[in-house]
Structures are given as C-alpha cells and as structure tokens.
Nanobody, 122 residues
Framework: QVQLVESGGGLVQPGGSLRLSCTTS????????MYWVRQAPGKGLEYVSG????????YYADSVRGRFTISRDIAKNTLYLQMGSLKFEDTAVYYC???????????????WGKGTQVTVSS
C-alpha cells in the first residue's frame, strides 16, 4: 500500500533553514505528482509546493516562492522540501501528499503522510 513518511522537522530561528524529506513506497514515484501541504495552528490546510516527478516541473505557493525549493530523488523514491529564510508564519505541520494527477487543492490528494512539525521561533 501507499506509504509516505516525513522527517526533518524541528525548531529553527527566523531566517534559518531546514530540509524536509518524505520517503515513499507502494506506488510508482517516478510518474506521480507529489506535494507539500502545511497546516498552521488553528488554520486550514495550505498548499505549499508541488512537483511532477517525471519531468521535474515545480510549482509554489506565492507565500513560499523564492524561499522554498521542492525536489525529488527518483532512485530513492524520496521527496524533499528545502526551506530557507524561514519566518514565524512558516510554523506549521508539514505534510507530503501523493496524487496521480495535478491539483493545487489539497482536498484532491488521496494519500498523505502523518506530518512533521516545523516551528520557527527565536
């Protein structure tokens, strides 16, 4: 079955960097759409970034464009999110998600990991 496991979250100061990983199994990673979605305390799900793993086309929410970079290692079936210039408002639980199709609406993603906490604090 599909499994997604996030790691790499933690506590970081404003302006700092962090790299999240999502190891995957149970589907063809090399021909999928993979996403990062976050949920801040008391708020709903927010699309962060997406990648078409085959060609490697990447997409970003305006709130993170220029600061975050999504990437994948097809040989390792692993998705990454390199986060830089972190702000207080980036504090959230970060989830990776898989879908066989493209969408910026997290409600369309059928498979999710359990999430990893990112806290930006001084």
């Amino acid at each position: 079955q599909v499994q997604l496991v996030e790691s790499g979250g933690g506590l970081v100061q404003p302006g700092g960097s962090l790299r999240l990983s999502c190891t995957t199994s149970g589907f063809t990673f090399s021909t999928s759409w993979m996403y990062w979605v976050r949920q801040a305390p008391g708020k709903g799900l927010e699309y962060v970034s997406g990648i078409n793993t085959g060609p490697g086309n990447t997409y970003y929410a305006d709130s993170v464009r220029g600061r975050f970079t999504i990437s994948r290692d097809i040989a390792k079936n692993t998705l990454y999110l390199q986060m830089g210039s972190l702000k207080f408002e980036d504090t959230a639980v970060y989830y990776c998600a898989y879908s066989p199709k493209a969408s910026i609406d997290p409600a369309d993603y059928p498979y999710w990991g359990k999430g990893t906490q990112v806290t930006v604090s001084s």
